[in-house]
């Protein structure tokens, strides 16, 4: 199965002739939910607004089959003030090949997500205040991100629509996404021009890579106004430090999410889950986390604007331990030469942050509030995408007892270089 995915993979990135289209699905606005749901271009079985259509290449094959490649890439220069500041030059990056055939009220999808940040992420890790999570050589990561695997996700989806209404899906990977949380900030175009990982990351879509996923999933629509439910088993545990292969494990975890799309340009979504030991350096403890977000599409003549506002809190099971993280994030593209964007974040830190002086348990230590604001001019558009230049600043407020790590005041600076595949509908 992974070799045909592989195969797969590599033949739509050496396709010669992709070029932007439309389809019932895929490439532009949906014109219903159920619709929507069947595009599938986001991660795992996660949801944007119908109104919305990402950058993405497009073929048809005469057996019926339509081919898609998205994806970007990243060149960033980070520079960061404070003790704890540091500077480096790394690139994030993914791309997704798709493919996908409807017979009849059937429809499958096969997809795999790549990234090379294992090669393109030195040490590890790039740097960024107040960011915890994972390890890197054996430590917490301490204001740092990790890299995301070469395998993102190597998914099969299966939905079977009943009447014009109702539509069951089915969703098995490897490598992929539970129904637990919001659209992953990689693909979220509310986040497309930022190129760094939420602070809150770990408190609300850190799961967007786990494995041996299984979801399954029941929508009911009326034009284009829907509801849906998901429920889904996975292995627990994050990703470790080897980023280069895939991983296995017993399914341990499990999630359920309820999606709502009240018109075209939102989604809302609330989801519960249980993740057994997701954290190398503390294996005994159990999380239950809960999310709740709601995303917004809207264009007009000559903007479009995607926002999005999310909470997420993390529960130490048999504990009285508990960390809570919101985020207001938006970008707003102007004639398809300029976008803006903010994000900004209230987040709760832990001991991790304290290094080696850190406590056995983890606990909360302090909230921090990070704000960032950008601006990126497109460079060029070609038929299959379009490349930019931009640069972004983010202040951060630290807590009082972490102020003498840190400084009162600390802040950081990255300047961007992004090329994408597709240039979408703005």
Do not use: C
């Not at 992929?176 to 509310?190: C, I, K, Q, V, Y």
């Not at 786990?210 to 088993?233: F, K, P, Y």
């Not at 309820?258 to 979504?269: F, G, I, N, S």
């Not at 009285?320 to 209230?346: C, M, P, V």
Request: net charge negative; proline share 7%; hydrophobic share 40%.
């Amino acid at each position: 199965m992974l070799r045909r995915f592989l195969l797969l993979g590599i033949a739509m990135l050496a396709a010669p002739s992709l070029h932007p289209q439309m389809s019932m699905n895929m490439g532009g606005p949906a014109d219903s939910f159920t619709e929507n749901v069947l595009r599938h271009d986001g991660s795992g079985t996660d949801l944007e607004p119908a109104s919305g259509a990402p950058p993405m290449l497009m073929q048809m094959t005469a057996n019926h089959w339509m081919l898609m490649l998205h994806g970007n890439a990243m060149a960033v220069q980070q520079q960061q003030t404070g003790p704890r500041g540091h500077d480096k030059f790394f690139s994030v990056n993914w791309f997704m090949p798709m493919a996908q055939r409807a017979w009849g009220q059937n429809q499958i999808t096969l997809r795999t997500m790549l990234s090379l940040e294992p090669g393109t992420i030195t040490g590890r890790y790039y740097p960024e205040l107040f960011q915890q999570g994972e390890t890197a050589f054996g430590n917490p990561i301490v204001d740092g991100q990790h890299p995301h695997n070469l395998f993102m996700e190597i998914a099969a989806l299966y939905d079977r629509k009943f009447g014009n209404r109702a539509l069951a899906s089915f969703y098995a990977a490897p490598v992929g996404d539970p129904a637990l949380g919001p659209e992953a900030f990689p693909h979220r175009p509310s986040a497309s021009e930022d190129p760094l990982a939420p602070l809150g990351h770990h408190l609300q879509d850190s799961t967007h890579i786990a494995d041996d996923v299984l979801t399954g999933g029941l929508a009911w629509s009326r034009n284009q106004t829907g509801i849906r439910v998901e429920a889904s088993g996975f292995h627990g545990r994050e990703p470790d430090e080897n980023r280069w292969h895939i991983e296995v494990g017993a399914i341990d975890s499990w999630a359920a999410r309820l999606t709502v799309a009240p018109k075209r340009d939102w989604v809302v979504q609330y989801s519960l889950g249980h993740l057994h030991s997701p954290e190398a350096v503390h294996p005994t403890e159990d999380i239950l986390r809960q999310t709740a977000s709601v995303s917004y599409h809207h264009a007009w003549q000559p903007a479009s604007l995607d926002a999005l506002a999310i909470w997420g809190r993390n529960h130490t099971i048999a504990s009285a331990e508990h960390a809570n993280g919101y985020l207001a994030e938006a970008t707003l593209h102007i004639k398809d030469r300029h976008a803006l964007w903010t994000r900004i974040e209230n987040v709760d830190r832990t001991s991790d942050l304290l290094g080696s002086a850190a406590p056995p348990e983890e606990s909360v230590v302090g909230r921090v509030q990070a704000y960032t604001g950008g601006y990126a001019h497109r460079l060029r558009n070609w038929s299959n995408g379009s490349t930019e230049l931009g640069a972004q600043f983010t202040g951060y407020r630290t807590p009082s007892g972490l102020v003498p790590l840190y400084d009162a005041h600390p802040n950081g600076v990255a300047a961007v270089f992004k090329v994408q595949l597709g240039r979408g509908e703005k």
